[in-house]
């Protein structure tokens, strides 16, 4: 283990959290998040875990700034948009591009499904006011994209459904990915698998479905 030293300059500072979040990421592509430990991310790190401490009031919090910066990445993925082809064109290309470009991203994918259920339960109210306002502003690029796709949509429609579309995304990412037992199961019991899902495909599916609702 590296010898610590405090930052104490706020660039120090700003330089231990980057590693931190940067090595979040790196355990990220061995881990999943219920394993990602804060005892490991210290480990890996270098750092002893109340050092940690300093930067991220916990585990979780690390894990939303991260997800925070995997949100960019997807969005930065994302086509511009165009209004030719008819609306139904125009739907299909929008809930296939969303589906393509977080199925590729399976560590936000991953994240965005704890994100309510874990991630948003150990952290400060601080912590999660910043995390939220990060939503927030990133949810505006993603309206101004799926209204760039189908300009139809008032805002406020748009809003709805890249909320929904988030809430769908994570609720199929956890079962299209099921646990080990769950996949012995369908392997022992193939009467069973019309309940595995694709995930790709099934977001897909519903991202057009929900859009045409909306």
Sequence with gaps: MTTFKRARSPEQRAER???ILATADDLLDEYSVSELSLNLL??????????????FDSREHVL???????????????????????IEERERRLARTWAHELAVRPKFAELLAVQAS???????????????RGVHERFGKL????????????????????VGASLLAGALWSAGNPS?????????NPDLCAYRIDFEPALGEQLLALIRGV
């Design 17 to 19: 959290r980057e590693m």
């Design 42 to 55: 210290a480990t890996r790190t270098g750092l002893a875990k109340s050092n940690v401490l300093r930067y």
């Design 64 to 86: 939303l700034q991260l997800m925070l910066r995997l949100w960019d990445d997807w969005l930065a993925a994302l086509d511009p948009g165009a209004d030719s082809g008819s």
């Design 118 to 132: 874990v991630l948003e339960r150990n952290v400060s109210p601080e912590a999660v006011t910043e995390f939220k």
């Design 143 to 162: 309206v101004a994209w799926v209204r760039g796709h189908v300009p139809e949509l008032t805002e406020e429609q748009a809003q709805r459904f890249s």
């Design 180 to 188: 080990p037992v769950l996949e012995q199961v369908y392997r022992d």
